[in-house]
């Protein structure tokens, strides 16, 4: 075993995990405030918005995640009007492409886990809420967003851990991720596995710690569903 | 129409069927991502009833075998899984040929490798569709099995597999559309599947925007004609059990 071989791939896959997560970061929070126009036109009670949330969801989530990146960062450049509009200069970078597709991608997801925790929320807590003389702000605060919240945890929690796995792709736009980083160690070391195993290791680790921390989040907003202790 | 490029390139040439068309190299894809990904979930299908079987057989070993295959496999992004299965398979041929006294590399098909990393990625997941499955089964349909004598395989092909699968068809549903997405990562080893068939007629007629959108219909065609299918195979699947609701 060449140790020192095994740290310095270590710590050049680790100096790529930045842009990691932030690619995750970012795809995650823009697929939410999407998810959560999606989820407002799906319930909006208008016909056509409705429609146009289905086919949201339907397209997003019925396709690969790479042909969508792929649309995105090679299609788009390719249009003229494209290239002379306004969000060429964001369209035009690898990381923003990327955070685009990721964030459309997972907003298909994420509006789904939504809808599904506000259809849960029991029909007898708004309309004790409506009774009260709650407005429709305060209900949303006080009541709905509470308990829809606890009823999306674990769904978005394995959203958000396959969001992370998403991230790899990006090494297929030329972004220097940790996935292309061990691409490229191998590549030029001709080590054929070690680079891929430290880099599963370290993908594998940061799932674990996300998956921890929403399980803990569970328990602490459910405090009322523990055992009493004896 | 938007897909009309620039240089005057008639659209729909390029995805006819004629000179110069890609209508068949597509459809063949197409086909291609079908097969893939229908070989891949029935190997997931084997190493997940086998993970299953691990932690419901009640050892102790067996059982963290299984559950760490299942967590480590679902804990690693799907694309560093494609490019180690596909390294790692041909290392393992090599190395099974120097056996035999062939010296030299041996590479492993890119389908098939393909497929087995499919299959493993789902094998981690349909893992817990049959353990579910299986823990649906009531108690008493095996207790009467036992007791009218039937022996160990007897009951598992009359009595465990029909409910297993029927219970397990939900989530084997949701898995063949994961499955079907992704087969796309495997574009990267050079299988002539959707994804790859794109990415060469995108790169040889400069046209990515029609081909990438072009193979992203074809995807959504096949997801949703086979949730259909396998709707309706619930559907007959039930055909027989009470509901609560539709």
Same mark, same amino acid.
């Given at each position: 075993?060449?140790?020192?071989?095994?740290?310095?791939?270590?710590?050049?896959?680790?100096?790529?995990?930045? =842009?990691?997560?932030?690619?995750?970061?970012?795809?995650?929070?823009?697929?939410?405030?999407?998810?959560?126009?999606?989820?407002?036109?799906?319930?909006?009670?208008?016909?056509?918005?409705?429609? =146009?949330?289905?086919?949201?969801?339907?397209?997003?989530?019925?396709? *690969?995640? =790479? &042909?969508?990146?792929?649309?995105?960062?090679?299609?788009?450049?390719?249009? *003229?009007?494209?290239?002379?509009?306004?969000?060429?200069?964001?369209?035009?970078?690898?990381?923003?492409?990327?955070?685009?597709?990721?964030?459309?991608?997972?907003?298909?997801?994420?509006?789904?886990?939504?809808?599904?925790?506000?259809?849960?929320?029991?029909?007898?807590?708004?309309?004790?809420?409506?009774?009260?003389?709650?407005?429709?702000?305060?209900?949303?605060?006080?009541?709905?967003? *509470?308990?829809?919240?606890?009823?999306?945890?674990?769904?978005?929690?394995?959203?958000?851990?396959?969001?992370?796995?998403?991230?790899?792709?990006?090494?297929?736009?030329?972004?220097?991720?940790?996935?292309?980083?061990?691409?490229? &160690?191998?590549?030029?070391?001709?080590?054929?596995?070690?680079?891929?195993?430290?880099?599963?290791?370290?993908?594998?680790?940061?799932?674990?710690?996300?998956?921890?921390?929403?399980?803990?989040?569970?328990?602490?907003?459910?405090?009322?569903?523990?055992?009493?202790?004896? | 129409?938007?897909?009309?490029?620039?240089?005057?390139?008639?659209?729909?040439?390029?995805?006819?069927?004629?000179?110069? !068309?890609?209508?068949?190299?597509? @459809?063949?894809?197409?086909?291609?991502?079908?097969? +893939?990904?229908?070989?891949?979930?029935?190997?997931?299908?084997?190493?997940?009833?086998?993970?299953?079987?691990?932690?419901?057989?009640?050892?102790? @070993?067996?059982?963290?075998?299984?559950?760490?295959?299942?967590?480590?496999?679902?804990?690693?992004?799907?694309?560093?899984?494609?490019?180690? +299965?596909?390294? !790692?398979?041909?290392?393992?041929?090599?190395?099974?040929?120097?056996?035999? /006294?062939?010296?030299?590399? +041996? /590479?492993?098909?890119?389908?098939?490798?393909?497929?087995?990393?499919?299959?493993?990625?789902?094998?981690?997941? #349909?893992?817990?569709?049959?353990?579910?499955?299986?823990?649906?089964?009531?108690?008493?349909?095996?207790?009467?099995?036992?007791?009218?004598?039937?022996?160990?395989?007897?009951?598992?092909?009359?009595?465990?597999?029909? #409910?297993?699968?029927?219970?397990?068809?939900?989530?084997?549903?949701?898995?063949? #559309?994961?499955?079907?997405?992704?087969?796309?990562?495997?574009?990267?080893?050079?299988?002539?599947? @959707?994804?790859?068939?794109? #990415?060469?007629?995108?790169?040889?007629?400069?046209?990515?925007?029609?081909?990438?959108? /072009?193979?992203?219909?074809?995807?959504?065609?096949?997801?949703?004609?086979?949730?259909?299918?396998?709707?309706?195979?619930?559907?007959?699947?039930?055909?027989?059990?009470?509901?609560?609701?539709?």
């Amino acid at each position: 075993m060449d140790w020192d071989f095994i740290g310095k791939t270590f710590w050049r896959l680790m100096a790529a995990l930045p =842009l990691t997560l932030e690619v995750w970061l970012f795809s995650v929070v823009l697929g939410g405030l999407i998810a959560a126009g999606v989820v407002w036109m799906r319930v909006s009670g208008s016909k056509p918005l409705a429609v =146009l949330a289905r086919g949201y969801v339907a397209i997003f989530r019925g396709t *690969p995640l =790479l &042909i969508q990146l792929f649309l995105v960062y090679y299609g788009l450049a390719s249009i *003229p009007a494209v290239r002379h509009s306004l969000f060429w200069p964001i369209l035009r970078e690898p990381f923003y492409c990327g955070v685009l597709a990721l964030g459309l991608c997972t907003a298909g997801y994420q509006s789904e886990i939504f809808r599904g925790a506000l259809l849960a929320v029991p029909h007898g807590a708004i309309e004790a809420a409506k009774a009260c003389g709650m407005s429709g702000l305060t209900m949303f605060r006080r009541i709905i967003f *509470p308990i829809a919240l606890r009823h999306a945890l674990p769904a978005y929690s394995t959203e958000m851990i396959s969001m992370v796995k998403a991230t790899a792709l990006v090494s297929l736009i030329t972004l220097w991720d940790v996935m292309s980083v061990a691409l490229k &160690i191998r590549n030029d070391t001709l080590v054929t596995y070690l680079p891929l195993i430290l880099a599963g290791a370290i993908y594998f680790t940061v799932n674990y710690i996300l998956g921890a921390a929403f399980l803990s989040l569970e328990r602490r907003l459910s405090p009322h569903l523990r055992a009493r202790p004896s | 129409m938007i897909l009309a490029s620039a240089d005057g390139v008639d659209t729909l040439r390029i995805f006819g069927f004629g000179e110069g !068309g890609w209508g068949l190299a597509l @459809l063949m894809g197409a086909g291609m991502t079908l097969a +893939v990904s229908a070989i891949g979930l029935l190997i997931g299908a084997a190493i997940g009833s086998l993970v299953a079987w691990s932690r419901l057989s009640g050892h102790r @070993l067996a059982g963290a075998a299984g559950e760490t295959y299942a967590a480590i496999f679902r804990g690693l992004p799907e694309l560093l899984v494609v490019y180690f +299965v596909y390294f !790692g398979s041909s290392t393992l041929l090599t190395g099974a040929a120097s056996l035999v /006294g062939y010296n030299g590399f +041996v /590479g492993v098909p890119a389908f098939v490798a393909g497929a087995l990393a499919v299959g493993v990625i789902s094998g981690s997941y #349909q893992a817990e569709v049959f353990r579910a499955a299986y823990l649906a089964i009531a108690r008493g349909e095996l207790e009467a099995a036992v007791s009218v004598g039937m022996d160990r395989w007897l009951m598992f092909r009359r009595i465990i597999a029909p #409910q297993v699968l029927r219970f397990a068809l939900p989530g084997l549903g949701n898995l063949w #559309q994961v499955a079907l997405k992704d087969s796309s990562l495997i574009s990267v080893t050079g299988l002539a599947e @959707l994804m790859r068939v794109s #990415q060469v007629g995108a790169s040889s007629t400069h046209q990515p925007f029609a081909f990438y959108l /072009g193979g992203l219909v074809l995807y959504l065609v096949m997801t949703l004609a086979t949730t259909r299918l396998f709707d309706m195979a619930e559907a007959r699947a039930t055909r027989g059990m009470r509901r609560i609701a539709g």
